[in-house]
T-cell receptor, first 111, second 115 residues
Framework: GQSLEQPSEVTAVEGAIVQINCTYQTSGFYGLSWYQQHDGGAPTFLSYNALDGLEETGRFSSFLSRSDSYGYLLLQELQMKDSASYFCAVRLMDSSYKLIFGSGTRLLVRP | DAGVIQSPRHEVTEMGQEVTLRCKPISGHNSLFWYRQTMMRGLELLIYFNNNVPIDDSGMPEDRFSAKMPNASFSTLKIQPSEPRDSAVYFC?????????????FGQGTRLTVV
């Protein structure tokens, strides 16, 4: 089966840098995506890695290593509003094109 | 576009009653997903439609759950009869089908409480 594992919770202080890891066991997939979800809200797309390496979008960066079955989301210059849950996700490369999500990491940013 | 629209936003019902959740995907999107979110199980994919056809319903927990997509602009998820363990937030999401970066857009969800 397919699974994506993430730490359940991460805590960091405002202004710091935090890395949220995602390890996966899955058959072929198109790329690794990251979504953000604030309490009471809906998941919203953050970033996508089709190839190995680092993708940067403002304060957020995402990394993928297919050989290590591993990826991460890096958040820099943390702000209080970054407190949310973060999910990694993959679109499977089989005929289903299913979009499956990791277990989610709850990030708490403290002043 | 108004995004993915779900209704109702909140639903409280008694055990045994039928519940119908509704979703209008983004115009032009041909993939539609129904997810269930709970603290214990996270975001679970229930069923996935492509071009209005159910492609994978392996995530549907029981026969009490059914989903339809009669046309490209409307889908329903029905629970009959409902049980307290069905209490969760149900999300509908849509995207353009295909490989690569097909970002999924989520509705605001329906918070279902079965008492």
């Amino acid at each position: 089966g397919q699974s994506l594992e993430q730490p359940s919770e991460v805590t960091a202080v405002e202004g710091a840098i935090v890395q949220i890891n995602c390890t996966y066991q899955t058959s072929g997939f198109y790329g690794l995506s990251w979504y953000q979800q604030h309490d009471g809200g809906a998941p919203t797309f953050l970033s996508y890695n089709a190839l190995d390496g680092l993708e940067e979008t403002g304060r957020f960066s995402s990394f993928l290593s297919r050989s290590d079955s591993y990826g991460y989301l890096l958040l820099q210059e943390l702000q209080m509003k970054d407190s949310a849950s973060y999910f990694c996700a993959v679109r499977l490369m089989d005929s289903s094109y299913k979009l499956i999500f990791g277990s989610g990491t709850r990030l708490l940013v403290r002043p | 576009d108004a995004g993915v629209i779900q209704s109702p936003r909140h639903e409280v019902t008694e055990m045994g009653q039928e519940v119908t959740l509704r979703c209008k995907p983004i115009s032009g999107h041909n993939s539609l997903f129904w997810y269930r979110q709970t603290m214990m199980r996270g975001l679970e994919l229930l069923i996935y439609f492509n071009n209005n056809v159910p492609i994978d319903d392996s995530g549907m927990p029981e026969d009490r759950f059914s989903a339809k997509m009669p046309n490209a602009s409307f889908s329903t998820l029905k629970i009959q009869p409902s049980e307290p363990r069905d209490s969760a937030v149900y999300f509908c999401a849509s995207s353009v089908q295909g490989g690569g970066n097909t970002e999924a857009f989520f509705g605001q969800g329906t918070r279902l409480t079965v008492v």
